[in-house]
């Protein structure tokens, strides 16, 4: 069992940034991945940005040189910096852990992030 809780979100005018925070807890020495998705009202979530632990990085288009994924010293800690925010970026933010040995895909309960001037 693996427990996710985000933190960081909130308002922020367009052109300001935000660093989003995911704590896991549990078994977390059997996470291969963790990721950031995003909900806006009306529409599906959808995959902002991912990190392979020992390996590469993954982006959506939309955000690929303003946000960075990145995980702490502390190894139970991944980040989301995200820069030069629109109003489109507005949603509900979660965080995910996926654990290969059981093929089971963790999830935090999400934080809002609100881009408005």
């Known amino acids: 069992q693996v427990q996710l809780v985000e933190s960081g979100g909130g308002l922020v005018q367009p052109g300001g940034s935000l660093r989003l925070s995911c704590a896991a807890s549990?078994?977390?020495?059997?996470?291969?991945?963790m990721g950031w998705y995003r909900q806006a009202p009306g529409k599906q979530r959808e995959s902002v940005a991912s990190?392979?632990?020992?390996?590469?990085?993954n982006y959506e288009d939309s955000v690929k040189g303003r946000f960075t994924i990145s995980r702490g010293s502390a190894k139970n800690m991944v980040y989301l910096q995200m820069n030069s925010l629109k109003p489109e970026d507005t949603a509900v933010y979660y965080c995910?852990?996926?654990?290969?040995?059981?093929?089971?895909?963790?999830w935090g309960q999400g934080t809002q992030v609100t881009v408005s001037p």
């Open positions: 990190i392979i632990f020992g390996a590469n990085t």
């Open positions: 549990g078994d977390i020495f059997s996470i291969y991945s």
């Open positions: 995910n852990a996926y654990v290969a040995k059981n093929y089971v895909t963790y």
